[in-house]
Structure formats: C-alpha cells, structure tokens
C-alpha cells in the first residue's frame, strides 16, 4: 500500500511540475529573444553561437526555475487531491498525514540536490563557457559591442558615437572623445571606421577614414588641429574580456574560498566572495524548504480551486526571492554579516514550515488569525455561534 499510494503521488507532483518548468524558464528566455534576433539579423552572429549561449545560460537560469517549478508542482498537485475529496478518501481509509509525508520530502530533496549540482557546478561552469563564447565571438566581430546613435562607454578611458553599423561591421559618422592622457584629451571625427582584433596583441584597433582630430591642453593658446584620410585608434577589449579574471559567480568553491582569503575582513570583494560562497549551499536546502510549505498549503481545508495553487506558487518563491536578495544587497553593503546574511530566508521559512505543518496535523486552518478580526469587525457569525 505505502509503494502504491508513493508512487500516486510522485505522478501527481511530476506533470504540474515538469509543465511549470518548461514554462517558467521559456518566460526568462523569451526577455532575451529580442536581443538574440538582433544579434543574428543585424549583427550578424550565427545561428549556432546564440544557440550555445542558450545552452551555456540555462543552469543558472534553473537555479531560480527549478524551486519555482517544484513549489508550484507540489502545491497543484496537494490541491487537486483537496479539490477532488481524494484526502478525505485516504484519511477515511486510515492513512495520516505522516504517510503522504514521504514522496513529497524525498521529491524535495531530489530537487534540492539537483540545485545543488547547478549551484555548486553547473551555473559557474555555464557562465565560464558563456564568457569564453563571448570572447570567442568579439574576437572575430570587435563591432557588437557598439550600439547605433547610442554613447558606448565600453571602452575606459572614451566615449565613443556611431551613428550607424552596418551587417559587414562597417561604420559611419563617428565620434570619438579621447581622455585617457589627461593633459591631452583630443575629440575625433570621422565619416567611416571599421573595428578589428589583434589576438597578438589583444587589442581592438579601430581603423577611421576621411576625419579630424582636434586637440588641446592646459594652456588656452594650446590647440591642434590636424586632417587625416586614415587614421588608427587602439582601444581596450570590453571590460568582460579584460585579462583572465573571473567574477564570483563563474568562480569554483575552491577559487571562492582563495579569492575570500586574498581580501580583507569587510571589503566588498570579501563579502561578495563570502556571499556567493554561501549562497550555493543556501538556496539547495531552500529548494526543500518551499516544497515542504507547499504541501500544508495544498491541503488546506479550504477550496479556492486549482487555479490558486499558481498563484499561490508563485506568491511564496517571490516572498523568498525578495528576502533572499535583499539580505545579499546588505552583506555586499556590510550591513549583515555576509556568512549568516544568504541564510536569512531559510531561517524565516523553517519557522514558516513548521507552523502551517503544525497546524496542517492538527487539522486547524492554516491561518485563523486573519478570519477573526474581519467575522468580529463585521459581526458575522456562524450559526449557532454565541457572541463573545
């Protein structure tokens, strides 16, 4: 009976949960649709390199879609059996609440390992392989960096306009100001230009035709003036590129704890590197934790309908998401500790979890506290209910 009644229960979890996260992690790729389409149409970069990058992107995305989809799939799943009189079934039968307990604490685990592979490998493996794509294809199309009639600060030190890029990489109507030697800035015009890379070197040059260059200095007398029909202008690769350096979030846990003992007690690279650390073994446990909430939440006595199981899904994953991402902004800030602050909305859901499943075994309504005042305010009461 228990084998039967887990597997029931686990094939109930499973199609809410799988449709969930094909659509919840379609929604997170469809904000980035438009961005892929320019880049192959106007750009463009093939077909194959958008679709790595996709690929590449994916387990991060499923850091945050997999214990959203999880949430919602427990707590359809929980409703429907509400919904349909099955719970009032199986208790009639004599089975408790401890006996459904099993299938929905051992999907939650699944999923919090399966976070826990994306948090610990997965995502910083992607976001390494991502980072090397972009390279890869900056290299051999410098120009995607420039945005048309837009002032790119890309490139330290100059602002740089173009009016237009063309699909070839070439440029047109150019303007360039200069400041990285300070007591020489200078402003360049130019009616073309066309980037390239150097992998020798590791620079982009942008070669300029048919313009100006106009320079001045400290002294007011001091100016210079000068025409050109081509004209070189070596230019730093897009910070992303620069160097090997890697960002905490492409860093392995032993690069984590290395770059954590590198800084100083309380600098933001400190706490950013204590914060990620953290983080990849705070958002696994609170992967179980929301499945565990949804169960109490799915069986509650009162029917609201199936669709309330969504809503009501997405409400609690975006109650912890916010907790989550407001206690990481105050470590980076120094405002909490950076080692206690990632678990912070674990803490305030233990509590959470525990009351509703108490209150789920004693077959009280989730929250009382909230119908009393309004029945009092509004002086409803049940029948046969005696004024207080």
Known sequence: MPRTLYRYLILEILPPFAVSLLAFTSIIFLGRLMR??????????????????????LPYLMIFTLPMAATVG??????????????????SAGLSFAQLTPPVLGFGVVMALVTLGLTLYGSPLGQQATRDLLKEVVQRRA???????????????????????AATGQMEGIFIY????????????????????????????LQLYEGRVIRWGKDVGR?????????????EIFGFLKGDGKSEKEMSLKELRAARAKESVGSERYNKASV????????????????LIAMPLGLSPRHHGRTWGLILGLIIFLVYYVI???????????????????????????????????RMVREFPLLPAVRLPFRKLFGRKKPGEEAV
């Not at 929980?78 to 208790?91: C, G, P, V, Y």
């Not at 420039?146 to 030190?157: L, Y």
């Open 36 to 57: 892929m389409t320019q880049m192959i149409v106007v750009k463009g970069v093939g077909i194959f390199e958008v679709l790595k990058s996709c690929f590449f992107l």
């Open 74 to 91: 427990v707590l359809m799943a929980m409703t429907r059996l509400t919904e349909d009189h099955e719970i009032i079934a199986m208790k």
């Open 143 to 165: 120009d995607l960096g420039i945005k048309e009639q837009v002032f790119n600060a890309e490139f330290p030190g100059m602002m740089l306009f173009v009016n237009r890029v």
């Open 178 to 205: 200069d400041s990285r030697e300070m007591e020489t800035p200078h402003t360049i015009y130019a009616k073309r230009g066309q980037l390239s890379y150097q992998p020798a070197q590791e620079t982009v040059f």
């Open 223 to 235: 100016l210079q003036t000068v025409e050109f029909k081509t004209y070189q202008v070596p230019l």
């Open 276 to 291: 990620e650390l953290h983080q990849r073994f705070s958002m696994p446990l609170g992967t179980l934790l929301l499945c």
């Open 324 to 358: 989550f991402t407001a206690s990481w902004r105050l470590a980076v800030s120094a405002r909490l500790n950076p080692s206690t602050a990632p678990w912070l909305a674990n803490a305030v859901f233990i509590w959470v979890a525990f009351y509703f499943w108490r």
